[in-house]
């Protein structure tokens, strides 16, 4: 059985650096056609893809908000993180793993989400 | 402004049929396969139809999808009060190089 879930703060001052964790387990993200993303969700608003990290380690961002994301992986852990630079009030959302283990392919999508946890940014 | 667009609400009676619909381009679901995902209020989404008419297992024949050129539909037949919920649509963008979502659409159940 898949299962993520995220962990991370829940309140984050404008300007500060956001990490969050997304801890996995039933899979390995060592294993061909594995990666896992993270979705974000504005209070009421749509679902906005951020990153994703495959199991090759390669890497692909939001292209809106590449310069302030960085995906990594610890294989060993299950484990991925993301971390989000220079944070602001527009930030604020529920944010999401999920688990893909059909990349590359066209029957690739996220087919088991975590929880999500929730992140204000606020002063 | 979402990459894909949905109209934002739809709504039905018990029974009934309808029809959600998202719109693309060339670079997505013009030359990619289209996911939906259902969020129930208050949780996370969930899949609901991948690779533009598959079904997840688990998921009720009553979902189905399909894609012609830049657009596609989820169809939901024999409406039910519990599939009140909001329908997002998805697909890889080649010229962004990710995953771009719809705007979502809000179902009604009446």
């Known amino acids: 059985q898949i299962t993520l879930k995220e962990s991370g703060p829940t309140l984050v001052k404008p300007t500060q650096t956001l990490t969050l964790t997304c801890t996995f387990s039933g899979f390995s993200l060592s294993t061909s056609g594995v990666n896992v993303g993270w979705i974000r969700q504005p209070p009421g608003k749509a679902l906005e893809w951020l990153a994703l990290i495959y199991w090759d380690d390669d890497k692909r961002y939001s292209p809106s908000l590449k310069s302030r994301l960085t995906i990594t992986k610890d294989t060993s852990k299950n484990q991925v993180v993301l971390t989000m630079t220079n944070m602001d009030p527009v930030d604020t959302a529920t944010y999401y793993c999920?688990?893909?283990?059909?990349?590359?392919?066209?029957?690739?999508?996220?087919?088991?989400w975590g929880q999500g946890t929730m992140v204000t940014v606020s002063s | 402004q979402s990459v894909l667009t949905q109209p934002p609400s739809a709504s039905g009676t018990p029974g009934q049929r309808v029809t959600i619909s998202c719109s693309g381009s060339s670079s997505n679901i013009g030359s990619n396969t289209v996911n939906w995902y259902q969020q129930l209020p208050g949780t996370a989404p969930k899949l609901l139809i991948y690779s533009n008419n598959e079904r997840p297992s688990g998921v009720p024949d009553r979902f189905s999808g399909s894609k012609s050129g830049t657009s596609a539909s989820l169809a939901i037949s024999g409406l039910q009060s519990e599939d009140e919920a909001d329908y997002y649509c998805a697909a890889w963008d080649d010229s962004l190089n990710g995953w771009v979502f719809g705007g979502g659409t809000k179902l009604t159940v009446l």
């Open positions: 999920a688990h893909d283990g059909r990349a590359g392919t066209t029957r690739a999508a996220f087919d088991i």
